[in-house]
C-alpha cells in the first residue's frame, strides 16, 4: 500500500477516510479519556511514592507518563467538546439552513457587520472541524514533543554521568570531553528551540541552515524527531494548524500555573516543612501512617508520645543509602550494577549466594557504623537490621533503650557520617521532636 500512494484510487480512499474521521476520533476520544481519567491516579501515586524513595529514574518516567497523560485529558476533553458542538451545528444546518440575515430585519448597519464578522454559516461548521481535527492529532505530537525534551534532558545527565563523574578515565580528558559535549547539547537545545518558535527560520537563511544542519542531524535522533516530522511539517505549512498549536502552548503554561497555585495560610510556617526543634511532621511517625498514600520522611519513630521504655527507629531503604555504603566502602560496590528494572528469571547459583550473604552481613555493618542514634546530645548504641513496616517499604529498623530518660520533651536525630577527602564530618538525617512519659 505504501508504494501505492500516489495512485488515484488510493488518494480517494484517503479522501473518503477524511470525510469519516470524526466517528473514530469520538471513539478514540471516548476509550481514551475513561481510561485516562482512571490511569491518572494510580500513576500519581505511583510517582509520589517513587519521590518518597528516592527512585529517580522511576520518578521521571512515572512524571514523563503523568505529563503525558494531563496533555492527552486536557486536549481530547476539549475535542469532544468541540466535536459535540460541531455535530449539532450540523443538525441546526439541517433544520434552519445558512443564516439568513435579511430575516432578521436588523438596521444596514448591523446586518453589514454581522455579514463580515460572523459570516456564512456553513463556515463556522467547516471552522470547527478544523478545529476538531487539528487538535485530534496535535494532542500525540506533544506527546513527541514532551519525550524530545525529557530525551535532551537525559541525554545531559548521561554525559554527566558517564563521562564526567566516570572516576576510570583521566580527569583532564573526562573534564574537557564532557564539558564540550553538555555544551554541544545545550547549544543545540537552544538552536532546535528558537528554530521551533521561528517556524523554521533558521533553515530559511542559507549560510545559518549550513551551520544548524549537523545540529539538526544530530538532535533528530536525541529527540526521536526522524518518527513524527512528517507531522510536523504538515503542521507548519499550514496557516491554520500552525496558529492554532501555537495557541495551545501557552494554554498548557497558565494551566500549569493555575494547578501549582495553593493557598498558604502564614508566613513564616509551610505543610511541606521537615520536622524540626518546632515542627512535628506526620511522615515521622509510624502510628500516623493510616493511608497507603502516607509516606516516610526520610526516618520514622514509633510516635510522639513514648510511654514503653523502649523507641522503635524505621529507615526506609533508598538508593542514597546505598550509595553512601558504596563510598563509604567501596568493596562492596559490584562491578556491574544490578539496581533498576531487572527480570525475575533468576539462574540459581550456591557458591554465588554464598559470598552474596558474606557481603550483606559486611552491608548492614557499613550501614551500622555511617548511620547513628543521638536522642537531645547523647549518642546511644544502634543495631540497624532489614526489615520491611506495613506498608510494605523496605527498610533499616532498630530499638533504643529509654528507660533512663527524663520525662518531657526530647528531640531524637540520625546522624550520617561522611568521609570527605579523608576528612569526616557528620550530617543530620533527621531531627524529630517526640515526647517521652512512662507508664
Not at 542559507?206 to 511539517?233: A, D, E, G, H, Q
Request: net charge positive; proline share 3%; hydrophobic share 45%.
Amino acid at each position: 500500500m505504501s508504494s501505492d500512494y500516489n495512485n488515484p484510487a488510493f488518494k480517494k480512499l484517503l479522501k473518503r477516510l477524511q470525510e469519516e474521521s470524526w466517528q473514530l476520533e469520538l471513539i478514540i476520544s471516548g476509550f481514551a479519556i475513561f481510561g485516562l481519567f482512571t490511569a491518572f491516579g494510580p500513576i500519581s501515586e505511583a510517582a509520589e511514592a517513587a519521590q518518597f524513595k528516592k527512585q529517580i529514574y522511576t520518578t521521571i518516567v512515572l512524571m514523563i507518563v503523568l505529563i503525558s497523560c494531563a496533555i492527552l485529558i486536557f486536549n481530547l476533553l476539549l475535542h469532544v467538546i468541540l466535536r459535540g458542538l460541531w455535530i449539532g451545528t450540523l443538525g441546526l444546518r439541517y433544520v434552519s439552513g445558512d443564516i439568513d440575515y435579511e430575516s432578521l430585519n436588523y438596521s444596514e448597519k448591523f446586518t453589514n457587520y454581522l455579514k463580515k464578522k460572523v459570516g456564512s454559516f456553513d463556515k463556522y461548521v467547516a471552522t470547527l472541524e478544523n478545529y476538531c481535527s487539528i487538535i485530534f492529532a496535535v494532542s500525540f505530537l506533544l506527546i513527541f514533543y514532551v519525550l524530545a525534551l525529557t530525551f535532551t534532558i537525559i541525554s545531559i545527565a548521561v554525559i554527566a554521568s558517564l563521562i564526567l563523574s566516570n572516576d576510570s578515565l583521566p580527569e583532564t580528558f573526562r573534564t574537557i570531553v564532557g564539558t564540550v559535549l553538555i555544551i554541544f547539547i545545550i547549544l543545540g537545545m537552544i538552536l532546535t528551540f528558537i528554530d521551533f518558535i521561528t517556524q523554521g527560520w533558521l533553515k530559511k537563511k542559507k549560510w545559518v541552515s549550513k551551520i544548524y544542519f549537523p545540529v539538526y542531524w544530530i538532535f533528530s535522533f536525541i529527540t526521536l524527531s526522524f518518527l513524527y516530522r512528517p507531522l510536523v511539517y504538515n503542521f507548519l505549512d499550514n496557516k491554520f494548524g500552525r496558529r492554532l498549536s501555537f495557541t495551545l502552548v501557552p494554554i498548557y503554561i497558565l494551566i500549569l500555573v493555575l494547578v501549582s497555585l495553593k493557598h498558604k495560610s502564614s508566613n513564616y510556617f509551610d505543610i511541606d516543612e521537615h520536622s524540626t526543634d518546632l515542627v512535628a511532621k506526620r511522615g515521622n511517625y509510624l502510628d500516623l501512617l493510616t493511608s497507603k498514600n502516607d509516606f516516610i520522611d526520610e526516618v520514622a519513630i514509633t510516635s510522639k508520645i513514648v510511654s514503653k521504655p523502649y523507641i522503635n527507629i524505621f529507615m526506609p531503604f533508598s538508593e542514597k543509602i546505598e550509595n553512601n555504603v558504596y563510598r563509604y566502602n567501596p568493596s562492596l560496590k559490584p562491578e556491574k550494577d544490578e539496581r533498576g528494572l531487572k527480570s525475575d528469571i533468576i539462574i540459581f547459583d550456591a557458591n554465588e549466594r554464598h559470598v552474596v550473604e558474606k557481603q550483606r552481613v559486611a552491608y548492614l555493618k557499613t550501614v551500622n557504623n555511617i548511620y547513628s542514634v543521638r536522642i537531645d546530645s547523647i549518642n546511644y548504641d544502634s543495631e540497624f537490621i532489614l526489615t520491611e513496616n506495613k506498608h510494605q517499604d523496605l527498610g533499616f529498623e532498630t530499638f533504643i533503650k529509654i528507660k533512663n530518660l527524663d520525662e518531657g520533651k526530647h528531640y531524637l536525630k540520625v546522624i550520617r557520617k561522611r568521609i570527605r577527602k579523608e576528612d569526616t564530618t557528620y550530617w543530620r538525617v533527621a531531627k524529630i521532636p517526640f515526647w517521652y512519659y512512662k507508664d
